[in-house]
């Protein structure tokens, strides 16, 4: 009797341990092939962007960041595409975009004045170009501007507009172009340009660490969204856009945002 009930208990012992063992086993292999699918089997797509601070740029430990990269990475993955970021001569954007050598711009790209040029996924963010000025400086106005010098970085859309002119635009005494925007700040620091020109978000950090302010106008207000060639998929343009849309009322673009220090409620399209 005791021999069988022994036997009855190791029989019972051995089907509890097959049953967990089928059970990981499965669980193992599904674990497997999830990241399987959220990595290397997706299909890439290849995002063109500049060195351009908070939306595109290297950290400390050379790792590329910022708003774009991050709004990117959750908008992708959630259309079954695995980004792969590269820096591109911003000067020559259209002809690389052209030329099939990346997919997409994404990186703080105006739409505005640019309709036609692109198949354009967005607006996802709003914002304004902006002028900042030292904080004891006289300038307070955009006519103040008149005859002043102003720096810009070169071929962002503050120096299309200040070199275009147009109504309520001043006649700046001397445009100063800057291949980056730390040598733009940098030459206002030490007093080489009494204003320099540039996107909100991108200046708005020096105005919290640095003795600056901007100016109560701007300069314009845009539309940033993502570029396509004219050749590209429509469906795919379509379906990033309600993506976006879509993580904005989830609050997650909101919490990009925040997370490198701007305020979202001027900046997040739609709100």
Request: hydrophobic letters at 40%; glycine letters at 6%; charged letters at 25%.
């Amino acid at each position: 009797m005791l021999f069988f009930t022994f036997k009855k208990a190791t029989i019972r012992v051995a089907m509890f341990l097959l049953s967990v063992s089928l059970i990981t086993g499965c669980f193992c292999q599904r674990q497997d092939h999830n990241k399987s699918v959220s990595d290397d089997s997706l299909p890439t797509i290849v995002v063109g962007i500049d060195n351009y601070e908070p939306f595109s740029f290297k950290d400390e430990e050379g790792n590329i960041i910022g708003i774009d990269v991050e709004l990117a990475k959750e908008a992708f993955h959630r259309l079954n595409y695995k980004p792969v970021f590269q820096f591109i001569d911003w000067s020559k954007k259209k002809e690389i975009l052209d030329s099939k050598q990346i997919d997409c711009i994404w990186s703080s790209f105006t739409m505005t004045g640019r309709e036609d040029q692109y198949l354009w996924a967005g607006p996802y963010l709003y914002s304004q170009h902006v002028v900042m000025v030292p904080k004891n400086s006289p300038i307070h106005s955009l006519k103040d501007l008149n005859g002043k010098i102003v720096g810009v970085q070169s071929t962002t859309k503050p120096e299309d507009i200040l070199l275009s002119g147009g109504k309520n635009i001043p006649k700046v005494k001397e445009l100063i172009v800057f291949p980056t925007k730390s040598e733009t700040v940098a030459s206002l620091r030490e007093g080489g340009v009494e204003a320099v020109a540039g996107h909100i978000t991108a200046l708005y950090r020096y105005t919290v660490q640095e003795n600056f302010r901007f100016l109560s106008e701007a300069l314009e207000e845009v539309r940033l969204g993502i570029a396509f060639p004219k050749s590209g998929d429509p469906k795919l343009v379509d379906a990033l856009t309600k993506t976006l849309e879509d993580m904005k009322n989830e609050g997650v673009v909101d919490e990009v945002v925040e997370k490198y220090g701007l305020d979202p409620k001027p900046l997040v399209w739609g709100k």
